[in-house]
Nanobody
Framework: QVQLVESGGGLVQAGGSLRLSCLASGSIFSISAMGWYRQAPGKQRELVAIITGGGSTNYTDSVKGRFTISRDNAKNTVTLQMNSLKPEDTAVYYC?????????????WGQGTQVTVSS
């Protein structure tokens, strides 16, 4: 059993900053990647940022230069620093965990944390 616990969402004015954190715990065998997805009302869930076990990162174009993802491998945590927030960043943000092992790959998401950016 694996649990993902997110924290750090909230309400902020445009131009402000928020920091999201996610702690993975439980039967974690081999982490391939950790990251963040988001889903705005009426839209599909989209990848925001991801970081592999080796430290490679990837961001969706709309957040490049504003968001930074980091990971603490020892603590199984992933953090998303969000700066210069825009109203279009408003969404529910989901922590993502990719696990590999036993010949299979598993994709897990947290329960989500609301981020609201007011104009």
């Amino acid at each position: 059993q694996v649990q993902l616990v997110e924290s750090g969402g909230g309400l902020v004015q445009a131009g402000g900053s928020l920091r999201l954190s996610c702690l993975a715990s439980g039967s974690i065998f081999s982490i391939s990647a950790m990251g963040w997805y988001r889903q705005a009302p009426g839209k599909q869930r989209e990848l925001v940022a991801i970081i592999t076990g080796g430290g490679s990162t990837n961001y969706t174009d709309s957040v490049k230069g504003r968001f930074t993802i980091s990971r603490d491998n020892a603590k199984n945590t992933v953090t998303l620093q969000m700066n210069s927030l825009k109203p279009e960043d408003t969404a529910v943000y989901y922590c993502y965990l990719g696990l590999t092992g036993r010949g299979a790959h598993y994709n897990l998401w947290g329960q989500g944390t609301q981020v609201t950016v007011s104009s």
